[in-house]
């Protein structure tokens, strides 16, 4: 695979009787995780190992929805959005909420051998294991 021809797949997925509108995409641990949801319903997500066949769709937790971002961080699937952030190192199956900002944004995620960081508004959060947020403003 060279990125440079591309097939087409054509899928419409559904969520709970609603066409789901998927609006991230991310690669690890061997297959692709794709995840979006419907205006004013539940998030979800599919998972792929070759991009063309994909699984049903499962649900994301609670308050990730629509506008739900993904990484691939540390031989873990990162689903983000708001003030959440859910880590899943099981290919999906389960999700466990890492923080609950308060009072922030989490824009993006990172994971350079250090904490996993979070940036957004107010600031930048970075996470040590197990669960400790140190909160940074600029």
Same mark, same amino acid.
């Given at each position: 695979?060279?990125?440079? *021809?591309? &097939?087409?797949?054509?899928?419409? *997925?559904?969520?709970?009787? =609603?066409?789901?509108?998927?609006?991230? =995409?991310?690669?690890?641990?061997?297959?692709?995780?794709?995840?979006?949801?419907?205006?004013?319903?539940?998030? *979800?997500?599919?998972?792929? &190992?070759?991009?063309?066949?994909?699984?049903?769709?499962?649900?994301?937790?609670?308050?990730?929805?629509?506008? =739900?971002?993904?990484?691939?961080?540390?031989?873990?699937?990162? *689903?983000?959005?708001?003030?959440?952030?859910?880590?899943?190192?099981?290919?999906?199956?389960?999700?466990?909420?890492?923080?609950?900002?308060?009072?922030?944004?989490?824009?993006?995620?990172?994971?350079?051998?250090?904490?996993?960081?979070? =940036?957004?508004?107010?600031?930048?959060?970075?996470?040590?294991?197990?669960? &400790?947020?140190?909160?940074? &403003?600029?």
């Amino acid at each position: 695979v060279d990125g440079q *021809a591309w &097939t087409t797949a054509v899928w419409k *997925a559904q969520y709970e009787g =609603v066409q789901i509108q998927f609006n991230s =995409v991310v690669y690890g641990n061997g297959r692709f995780l794709a995840a979006g949801g419907n205006p004013g319903g539940r998030g *979800a997500f599919m998972t792929s &190992t070759d991009g063309l066949v994909w699984s049903d769709p499962q649900p994301l937790p609670e308050p990730l929805n629509l506008d =739900v971002n993904l990484a691939f961080l540390n031989g873990h699937f990162v *689903a983000y959005r708001g003030n959440a952030i859910h880590l899943s190192s099981d290919n999906g199956a389960t999700w466990n909420p890492v923080v609950l900002m308060s009072g922030g944004q989490a824009l993006d995620v990172s994971y350079e051998g250090g904490p996993f960081q979070a =940036v957004g508004w107010p600031g930048l959060r970075l996470r040590k294991p197990p669960a &400790t947020w140190l909160n940074r &403003t600029a």
